[in-house]
């Protein structure tokens, strides 16, 4: 530790003009345990190890359009979770889905929800 100043400027001297991935590949290959240290851009665009993993999943948005988000961390072989569920998108707006749910899953018809929509109850 009396030495740590000095052996950080030599590392940082020695690292400073050199590719970061390249450079990780190399010091893992010498039997080094070294990492990037990575931005939400790095892990998103250049971690092969996530990409293989297949840590995110771009679903669709109501107002941001196509956006990754994190995968489920766990993997099933025979019922395999993933975000954005059966429906492959994000989570809706509030009330988006209203009209689908009363008629698709609660059987109402369109003059039962403008009567519930009149009364402000939607």
Same mark, same amino acid.
């Given at each position: /530790?009396? +030495?740590?100043?000095? @052996? =950080?400027?030599?590392?940082?001297?020695?690292?400073?003009?050199?590719?970061?991935?390249? @450079? /990780?590949? $190399?010091?893992? $290959?010498?039997?080094? $345990?070294?990492?990037?240290?990575?931005?939400? *851009?790095?892990?998103?665009?250049?971690?092969?190890? @996530?990409?293989?993993?297949?840590?995110?999943? &771009?679903?669709? !948005?109501?107002?941001?359009?196509?956006?990754?988000?994190?995968?489920?961390? %766990?993997?099933? !072989?025979?019922?395999? $979770? +993933? %975000?954005?569920?059966?429906?492959?998108?994000?989570?809706?707006?509030? *009330? &988006?889905?209203?009209?689908?749910?009363?008629?698709?899953?609660?059987? /109402?018809?369109?003059? &039962?929800?403008? =009567? @519930?929509?009149?009364?402000?109850?939607?």
């Amino acid at each position: /530790m009396d +030495h740590q100043d000095a @052996l =950080d400027k030599c590392v940082e001297e020695w690292t400073r003009n050199q590719e970061a991935y390249a @450079l /990780m590949n $190399a010091l893992q $290959a010498a039997g080094v $345990a070294a990492g990037v240290c990575q931005t939400a *851009g790095d892990r998103y665009d250049n971690d092969p190890q @996530l990409r293989h993993l297949g840590w995110l999943t &771009e679903l669709p !948005s109501t107002r941001l359009g196509t956006w990754p988000l994190a995968e489920t961390a %766990i993997r099933f !072989s025979d019922t395999p $979770a +993933h %975000i954005g569920g059966r429906t492959r998108r994000g989570a809706p707006l509030y *009330g &988006e889905d209203n009209v689908a749910i009363l008629t698709e899953l609660l059987g /109402m018809t369109e003059s &039962e929800i403008a =009567d @519930l929509a009149e009364k402000g109850i939607l």
